[in-house]
């Protein structure tokens, strides 16, 4: 018995010092990106100090296993990283949300043991960075309505179809891709769900990028988003993720992962907001006194901080089941329950997210609508992220059929 309570309670130590070390790495990292960012967000170009500060640190691993040498961390942990590389922009936390939550996490779930040799060491170490490529020009709320399409071709795949504003996009290595097979390509052949999941090199013959400039976002221009066209791309049989026809299932697992980590990142900018609030309202002297002591001002300074401890309620929840989900992946109940928990936490937090960020640029006045402070970046950047990993309105909808019934589903 003794033996048994010391062996837990060393397991116990060791997943506690895993932990800090983890949010440390963290904390070292965006003390560091902080000053390359500010910088590169206002010369309006990619931060290229992300990714080798990234591989410094550690951090492109955060949930792929120990075995091919990530950090393994839990949902609970790896949100915790997620909200504070937040507080620094939405433009370095998506590179991570790309690169990590539906990037890796497919391939640690649904990919071969092959398929996990061949990507999870290097995306660890930061030599394969990865994105999601499942939107495309005509296919957004509805990814069964996408035009991408694949064919048997002997020993492989051969892929076509145009990718569009895809998180990493650009700078990827390889690509997670969802596609039909040719023979049931169109919207005729949404019913079916036979959608599969590949893992596509970009260095592939017929496979193209182009990047969206700065200039052509509101937003986050310091990170990558692009488009991409596959001309009969060709990809080895082994690179098929997961079993074929199961794609769709896979996209939705995942996008789980990716709804968590905006929700995260959405704490992060609201936390950031608060702070700078607080610090600028404490310095600034108007009609002889520090406008903190405003009663109008203290009322947005009461509205961020009821947006931050409403959102980390959630998002807590939601990593919680999400781990539970993890623990048990066989179990339908315990998955869709992680599904919706991370529904309601990803529309709550962004939707906080941006009024947060409004309420501060409005403290800052004048100075807050400026790319000089950080309050207005935040309110450019994180509208962003009412739309993508699920809109505002697909998630109502997903939240509010939950109440009624398969039967009241809006978009079926």
């Not at 539906?102 to 990865?130: C, M, Q, T």
């Not at 995260?264 to 002889?288: M, P, T």
Request: proline share 4%; with cysteine; aromatic share 8%.
């Amino acid at each position: 018995m003794n033996i048994h309570t010391n062996t837990l309670s060393k397991t116990h130590q060791s997943d506690e010092n895993k932990v800090k070390s983890l949010l440390t790495d963290v904390e070292n990292f965006c003390q560091e990106i902080r000053p390359e960012e500010e910088l590169c967000y206002l010369e309006r170009k990619p931060n290229e100090k992300v990714i080798p500060l990234a591989r410094k640190y550690q951090l492109l691993g955060m949930l792929i296993p120990e075995e091919y040498h990530g950090r393994q961390a839990d949902t609970v942990t790896y949100l915790r990283s997620l909200a504070r590389i937040g507080r620094e922009g939405t433009g370095v936390r998506t590179f991570f949300s790309g690169h990590v939550s539906i990037g890796s996490y497919p391939i640690v779930r649904f990919g071969s043991p092959e398929l996990k040799n061949k990507y999870l060491f290097a995306a660890a170490r930061g030599d394969k960075i990865l994105a999601f490529g499942l939107t495309e020009p005509e296919a957004g709320s509805n990814p069964l309505e996408m035009q991408s399409t694949y064919r048997k071709t002997g020993n492989s795949y051969r892929l076509n179809g145009v990718k569009y504003l895809i998180s990493n996009g650009g700078i990827a290595d390889a690509v997670i891709v969802f596609a039909y097979p040719e023979e049931e390509s169109g919207a005729s052949s949404a019913k079916n769900r036979r959608v599969s999941a590949f893992v596509v090199d970009t260095n592939a013959k017929g496979f193209q990028a182009e990047s969206f400039t700065a200039q052509a976002k509101m937003g986050m221009p310091t990170s990558n988003t692009a488009m991409f066209e596959m001309q009969d791309v060709e990809v080895p049989m082994e690179n098929l993720l997961g079993e074929e026809g199961n794609g769709f299932r896979i996209a939705m697992a995942t996008l789980v992962s990716g709804r968590l980590s905006v929700a995260a990142g959405c704490l992060g900018v609201i936390e950031d907001c608060l702070q700078e609030a607080i610090n600028y309202s404490k310095e600034r002297h108007q009609h002889g006194k520090p406008i903190a002591k405003h009663q109008l001002v203290q009322s947005h300074l009461a509205e961020i901080e009821l947006a931050r401890a409403a959102s980390s309620a959630l998002i807590t929840e939601a990593a919680m089941a999400k781990d539970a989900a993890n623990a048990d992946p066989d179990n339908p109940e315990k998955e869709k329950a992680a599904d919706m928990f991370a529904a309601k936490a990803k529309w709550f937090a962004s939707n906080a997210a941006w009024r947060a960020a409004d309420h501060a640029v409005q403290i800052l006045g004048g100075r807050g609508w400026s790319t000089l402070y950080r309050p207005g970046r935040h309110l450019m950047d994180v509208r962003v992220c009412r739309i993508y990993e699920g809109t505002d309105e697909i998630l109502q909808l997903k939240i509010a059929s939950s109440l009624l019934g398969k039967e009241y589903e809006a978009f079926k």
